[in-house]
């Protein structure tokens, strides 16, 4: 199979755990597209076969998480997984939906944020967290990123919690905002929960777990027309305009030869008697090929 299949990631597995046993159920090539931590849930695309080709066409997504944020803690990995390494009294006039909107609002926009000390990042060829597990400092850049929306879900006094929706960009560490809203309310606190919803177009209404992946595979019912949990290659660049070649340029296109076309600039569909051959991209009217099936 070639294709992107949208697993719904269940807690407490890595994104490498999810890869394993999918490559397991498909003995196929598997990639991803970026990891969600073993803490969090939700939607994670995973390439199959000959579509981890196209994960440069994936990797910029924009993100929309939905996060359960603790105050009157703090925690070595700024989630529920690390240690508490500070406490504080929550006042709870804080509640007041009002001043937790006007929080929310203040963290709206571009700029730059941190990433946790626990996190993948590499600084000297290190990633962070292995400076973090032994107790040595390092220097942490902060990167831009940018918070497209905040949105209130649940206020709930008697647990110290908030619920609350973000649209955000690649990059963004969703550990970090939680820290940075506790500020803005004059106290402290941490990620304890974190669903992605939402990857660029892919919805976790559309997600299927890894259990109904397998019983789907069993029965052979991956490929029927109801199923949007599967996404053909085909499917996936629909948006984009078609080529027809005929049976001597297709042959020269697989080779690699750069055939002479009057489009603009741009990915193309590429099909020969009606069947999906691939992805092709053409630069000052030469098109090449970039994806084939």
Do not use: W
């Amino acid at each position: 199979m070639d294709g992107i299949i949208l697993i719904n990631k269940p807690k407490g597995c890595t994104s490498h755990d999810v890869v394993y046993k999918v490559k397991k159920i498909f003995n196929e090539k598997v990639g991803h597209t970026g990891t969600l931590d073993p803490n969090a849930t939700g939607v994670l695309p995973l390439l199959i076969g000959k579509a981890t080709q196209c994960s440069k066409y994936l990797i910029n997504h924009d993100k929309k998480y939905k996060v359960t944020l603790e105050f009157g803690k703090k925690t070595t990995t700024a989630d529920g997984e690390g240690d508490v390494i500070e406490e504080k009294e929550v006042d709870q006039s804080m509640f007041e939906e009002n001043t937790i909107n006007k929080a929310l609002k203040l963290c709206i926009g571009k700029q730059m944020q941190t990433p946790p000390i626990y996190s993948a990042i590499k600084v000297n060829g290190k990633k962070l967290y292995e400076y973090a597990r032994k107790g040595q400092e390092v220097k942490i850049e902060p990167r831009e990123i940018t918070i497209y929306d905040l949105k209130l879900l649940k206020i709930l006094p008697e647990k110290n919690q908030i619920e609350f929706e973000v649209s955000c960009s690649k990059g963004t560490y969703i550990r970090s905002l939680c820290e940075t809203i506790a500020e803005k309310l004059e106290t402290i606190g941490y990620m304890k929960e974190l669903e992605r919803i939402l990857v660029g177009e892919f919805k976790i209404e559309d997600t299927i777990t890894i259990e109904e992946l397998l019983k789907k595979f069993e029965q052979n019912k991956l490929e029927e027309p109801e199923e949007k949990s599967i996404i053909t290659l085909e499917k996936f660049f629909s948006n984009k305009p078609e080529i027809s070649l005929n049976n001597k340029d297709l042959q020269l296109f697989l080779n690699g030869v750069k055939l002479t076309q009057k489009y603009p600039d741009g990915l193309f569909r590429i099909y020969n008697n009606k069947n999906f051959i691939g992805i092709g991209i053409i630069e000052n009217n030469l098109l090449k090929r970039d994806i084939i099936i």
